[in-house]
């Protein structure tokens, strides 16, 4: 769909969801469980293609669906998840970088975004495609996550005990900032939240009580831990990651200004910190 005619759609909606939230609350409660878990597609930038013209095509099996991967350099890997109505390209500005100090960078597309197969989806599917991912190649030597990406990553190291690095980029880290960012989205007052969350317990399975806030669970070796956020980002308060950050004694955070949610993934200051980190906790040039 032309971007144009996207953002007239997302205009619609966020038009039509205060009227039904103010006149006909069920009527708006039916339309935020239609609407939140199924992502916005976007069209990819030029540079986007670019890193798809020369990524390996390669793709996985997950709920009967095909997730596109995408491997950019040779050896052990570094994985990217991307954040919720993103995509693996999106941390295209870091191939590059990680490629000429030795590195190997693997991202995939969730399902139903980018060039997968779907039209909704959940956080559970994005750790499934995490699992499909390290059946296939094996466990990656370091994870980079954006956003709801982040939060995955973290999440995923947290359970299984890993001590693998782990760099967070503009990530929540509580279940505050998803539903907010949801319903300002749809320029919506959020008087909904509770319902709305019962539901998504209902549908997808995930205990939001149990496993969040983030700063509750420490992993077990906070060092391996790299906070990015920016003071500006509305998406998704850098609070967050000073909450982790206090959580995790040992873990490093950067605090940027002016970036916003999307923007610090293509900051060159970002990208050096990021490759520091790596090379520092997992060497690029020996074993990435």
Not at 13 to 21: A, M, T
Not at 248 to 258: F, H, L, P, R, V
Request: charged share 25%; glycine share 8%; aromatic share 12%.
């Amino acid at each position: 769909m032309p971007i144009f005619k996207k953002r007239t759609q997302i205009r619609f909606i966020q038009w039509l969801f205060p009227v039904l939230e103010k006149y006909c609350p069920p009527a708006a409660h039916w339309f935020a469980c239609c609407l939140f878990l199924r992502p916005f597609r976007f069209p990819f930038t030029s540079l986007e293609k670019t890193a798809v013209r020369h990524s390996d095509e390669i793709y996985v099996s997950v709920a009967g669906r095909k997730i596109r991967v995408y491997s950019w350099g040779k050896g052990p890997y570094a994985l990217f998840i991307h954040g919720w109505s993103g995509r693996g390209t999106n941390l295209c500005n870091f191939i590059e970088p990680i490629i000429n100090a030795g590195g190997r960078l693997l991202a995939f597309d969730a399902p139903a975004h980018g060039k997968s197969e779907g039209a909704r989806t959940n956080f559970l599917e994005f750790l499934e495609v995490m699992r499909a991912i390290e059946n296939e190649f094996g466990k990656p030597s370091a994870y980079i996550g954006h956003s709801l990406g982040g939060m995955a990553a973290y999440h995923w190291v947290e359970k299984h005990a890993f001590e693998t690095p782990v760099i967070m980029i503009g990530s929540p880290s509580e279940e505050t900032d998803i539903f907010q960012t949801f319903f300002r989205r749809l320029h919506g007052k959020g008087t909904g939240k509770q319902k709305l969350k019962e539901w998504v317990i209902k549908k997808t399975g995930f205990q939001f009580d149990r496993e969040l806030p983030l700063y509750e669970r420490p992993l077990r070796n906070p060092s391996k831990l790299l906070l990015i956020h920016d003071e500006d980002d509305i998406d998704c308060s850098v609070e967050d990651s000073k909450k982790l950050h206090k959580a995790n004694q040992g873990s490093e955070i950067m605090i940027t200004q002016g970036l916003g949610h999307l923007a610090i993934l293509s900051d060159s200051q970002v990208i050096e910190k990021s490759l520091s980190f790596l090379e520092k906790n997992y060497p690029l040039t020996e074993r990435i």
